[in-house]
């Protein structure tokens, strides 16, 4: 729930939120613009009309230049745009037409970021001086409230929460109670996503004493749905239900029917995951009842519809999947009778929970129907919202990702039918065309050849996918990830998550020739329940393999007061678990393909995962003879098929790469909180990559940066120049979001040192290889479109080739696998074969896997 909050906050609070022309979301393109076209050829006709008299009109002159300066900014004319708009911001300031401020000073943050800034915020930051220097506190206010929204939509909730507690003091000066509710509860969000436990509750608490004081029972019901919200949250089912129940009395006892409506939903949604059956039933039958007996026909639709579909949802939990089936039909009847543009989200939620009830009641030929309505409804609904990207402050990527990653589900739910109609080959295009398809869209922009023309890439073909495999000289090897029971939208039922079930792995030859095997993986997890091992699906097993060799975070450590006896036991007992594990891995992965993959150890391997698989140490994992795969075969991996084709097409339009090389060791470390309150903590020394970077730089003929050099400015004005980037310094990890993945740089200036996943994908650089010498650079958030985090956007700003680790990588076994990898490198230029040369070099100076299997090479070989 936190993560899907995170997903729409943004994207909700755009579309509902600010003076946007209607007409966007009821026109298709072509009519969209003519009217800003004629926005804009009218604008001293119009501007002209508003001026008439002696004194004018200033409203209309404002709605003049904020309606040119929209349509400006849709063609893409960003400066005019901001012209416009800035014309417009300054006479709402001089007549103090505070709400028009708001909503132009939005706009214009879109604008800026459109322009690099993202969400505009070093725009609202100098507005902030601005207002302050002028002493408009309304002027304030105003910046306060988007600048806040900026930093939570992009997740830097740390700076969000000075920001609104600022702004919450302006708010209170006003005396606006309802702002102020509205407020604690952004404030009690950042404090629960950031996991602070205890101010969430406090201000949670805060929200609804002010709130109930204020006698508007409007406010305490919103109070009271931030308390259940987080409730659900914190994994509370009842203390959920029970801030619920006081809403819906609250709402019976104001007689607002539409929030009882949504009260009774809420509670059947809690009671899913409470596992209450009964209760989740009679809710939404008692919705039903309400709904129908006092809503007029003209607003019963949408509300009838969703208890349908919900209740479908439930049965189809229960496995009553003809009453299900029953359910969702009528849902349908329901939303395909609306033209309102909202109902297509709940169309296509319908049509998705229809085709997995009937695929689970075996009706395989109705299902694949009705999926393939479910994806074109999706592509409709996508491409509708795809046409006004440029009118908001998110990225083009941004809503591509949200958008894309629905979609995963239905493609897994396309492969099983496939694969029971014995139809291995086109499961597969299934399978490519579900994963990384928002990445795939942001390169295939990249390198066209006017990146402001939106552009769909093309899905992929069978031909096509074969054709990549022969373009790479690689096996590649796809893994897709089949799960017990459908995951059904809205409704949540229980705490289990869906357990794997079935792994589907292609493995495409270097000649095209495509073989398929399936994996049953229910005999695997009885054998390790057996054995008493507390691990219960792919997932659980990924995370025991990476602790077992010390890279989860949760290593075995030693107590300095036990005995040397007692440490070497011990260190028996971690090296015999770390083995077991990487050997069941290898069983799960690898054995069932073995005879598939070269036995030439130096023909290239690449591996295309799926959600957890992305964690997976492949180079570490050990066959029932006790080898390691790196042994065996020289390995990279992709987030998709597609994906290699078009690294493949940056190596090609990069040519014969610039001889600058950047090499960056050590920096003089900047210092983050890892508290909203805590004290700042310089990141440590790393004396180890200074040495690596004074190695590394003298084997490519370049000065390195290092310590008060290595400033962020320095690197980011370097790294468009550079053929080789080397970059050896501390990694930070967002898991979360996957944009706020870092690296630490000398702060200077504004600057406060880190540069982000974010500020790289913004880049063009010219490498032909990025080395993010560094922990956790390889990974981020895992969704359906691979790893959002540096790797993602190193590639996406244009670089075919980069190195990334998988986890805290220690400083000394790293800088003497580097300097080997850029020896093997001079040797010869594949660098997936330099990199596995570097690694057995390595291992034999430092045996444990923790110390050399971390890194991976995305991407290109050559």
């Known amino acids: ?23 966007a979301w009821s026109q298709d393109d072509s009519q969209l613009r003519q009217v800003y076209q004629r926005l804009i050829d009218s604008f001293d006709a119009d501007l002209a009309e508003a001026r008439r008299g002696d004194l004018g009109d200033s409203a209309r002159e404002i709605q003049v230049f904020q309606g040119a300066g929209i349509a400006h900014q849709y063609f893409g004319n960003y400066s005019k745009a901001l012209e416009l708009l800035e014309e417009a911001l300054e006479r709402s300031l001089q007549t103090q037409a505070y709400p028009m401020v708001g909503s132009l000073l939005y706009q214009m943050s879109s604008v800026h970021s459109k322009l690099g800034d993202y969400l505009g915020i070093q725009f609202l930051e100098s507005h902030l001086e601005i207002a302050k220097a002028r002493g408009d506190r309304q002027y304030q206010r105003e910046v306060l409230k988007y600048l806040a929204l900026a930093h939570m939509s992009s997740v830097q909730y740390q700076k969000a929460i000075p920001i609104y507690e600022e702004y919450l003091a302006l708010v209170r000066s006003f005396n606006d109670v309802a702002e102020e ?12 996503t950031l996991g602070e436990r205890e101010k969430l509750q406090a201000t949670l608490n805060q929200q609804l004493a002010v709130a109930r004081a204020s006698g ?7 109070a009271l749905s931030y308390q259940s919200s987080w409730a659900v949250v914190g994994q509370d089912s009842q203390a959920a239900i029970q801030a619920q129940e006081q809403a819906l009395q609250l709402a019976r006892t104001s007689g607002d029917i539409y929030q009882e409506l949504s009260s009774l939903q809420q509670l059947a949604q809690y009671q899913a995951t409470a596992e209450n059956i ?5 809710r939404l039958e008692e919705l039903l009842s309400v709904a129908r007996q006092r809503l007029n026909p003209e607003t019963i639709g949408l509300w009838e519809a969703q208890a349908l579909e919900y209740l479908g949802q439930t049965y189809a939990h229960i496995r009553d999947y003809n009453r299900a089936i029953e359910l969702f039909q009528q849902s349908l009847a329901i939303y395909t009778e609306s033209d309102r543009q909202a109902t297509q989200t709940n169309r296509l939620s319908a049509l998705e929970s229809l085709a997995k009830a009937q695929f689970q009641a075996g009706q395989l030929a109705q299902a694949a129907v009705t999926l393939q309505k479910a994806i074109e409804v999706h592509e409709i609904r996508r491409q509708n919202l795809d046409r006004f990207i ?10 591509q990702l949200s958008l894309r990653e629905t979609l995963s589900d239905l493609y897994r739910l396309q492969q099983q039918i496939f694969i029971r109609e014995n139809r291995p080959q086109d499961a597969l295009v299934s399978s490519e065309t579900g994963r990384a398809r928002a990445f795939v869209d942001l390169l295939t922009m990249n390198l066209a050849v006017d990146p402001q023309t939106p552009i769909n890439a093309p899905e992929p073909t069978l031909a096509e996918l074969s054709a990549i495999a022969r373009g790479q000289n690689s096996t590649l090897v796809q893994y897709s990830v089949i799960l017990d029971r459908p995951r059904f939208p809205v409704m949540r039922f229980g705490k289990q998550s869906p357990r794997e079930i079935l792994l589907y792995i292609w493995v495409i ?3 095209g020739e495509i073989a398929f095997r399936s994996v049953d993986l229910q005999p695997f997890w009885q054998k390790i329940d057996a054995q008493g091992d507390e691990v219960s699906n792919l997932g659980d097993l990924v995370i025991a393999a990476r602790e077992s060799i010390g890279a989860g975070g949760r290593g075995i450590t030693f107590n300095e007061d036990t005995t040397a006896v007692a440490r070497a036991l011990a260190q028996i007992q971690r090296n015999d678990q770390k083995n077991q594990q990487l050997q069941q891995l290898h069983e799960v992965l690898i054995q069932p393909i073995a005879d598939l993959l070269p036995q030439n150890p130096e023909a290239r391997v690449t591996f295309i995962p799926q959600d957890s698989l992305f964690l997976v140490p492949f180079p570490a994992l050990l066959d029932a003879e006790g080898k390691h795969l790196i042994e065996k075969h020289t390995l990279l991996t992709s987030p998709s098929i597609q994906v290699l084709e078009l690294t493949q097409r940056q190596r090609q339009r990069i040519g014969t790469p610039s001889k600058q090389a950047l090499v960056v060791g050590n920096p003089t470390m900047p210092s983050l909180r890892f508290k909203v309150d805590g004290p700042l903590v310089q990141l440590s020394s790393l004396p180890g990559a200074e040495r690596e970077a004074r190695a590394i730089a003298q084997m490519l003929n370049t000065q390195p940066l290092m310590g008060a050099a290595a400033t962020e400015a320095a690197v980011v004005e370097r790294l468009p120049q550079a053929g080789i980037i080397h970059l050896a310094t501390h990694g930070l990890l967002d898991n979360l979001m996957g944009f706020q993945s870092s690296l630490a740089f000398t702060p200077a200036g504004k600057s406060d040192g880190f540069l982000t996943a974010r500020e790289i994908i913004q880049l063009r650089l010219n490498a032909n290889l990025v080395v993010l010498s560094a922990c956790d650079t390889g990974r981020g958030r895992i ?13 996406a700003a244009g670089v075919p080739s980069v190195i990334v680790s998988l986890w805290k990588v220690p400083d000394e076994p790293t800088s003497a696998l580097m300097q080997a990898f850029y020896q093997n490198l001079q040797q010869d230029s594949d660098k997936a074969k330099a990199l596995r040369n570097a690694m057995l070099s390595t291992m034999k100076q430092y045996p444990d896997p923790k110390d050399w299997a971390a890194f991976t090479l995305i991407g290109e070989a050559d």
């Open 216 to 222: 508007n029972p409007e406010l305490e019901k919103m």
């Open 783 to 795: 969704s359906g479109d691979g790893v959002i985090g540096l790797s993602r956007s190193f590639i």
């Open 181 to 192: 509710v509205a407020t604690l509860g952004y404030l009690a969000s950042a404090y629960g």
């Open 1 to 23: 729930m936190r993560q899907k909050f995170l997903q729409v906050l943004w994207i909700v609070l755009s579309l509902v939120s600010f003076n946007i022309p209607q007409v």
């Open 278 to 282: 009964p209760n989740v039933i009679s």
């Open 390 to 399: 440029n009118l908001f402050a998110l990225s083009r990527d941004d809503l």
């Open 509 to 511: 030859q270097p000649n």
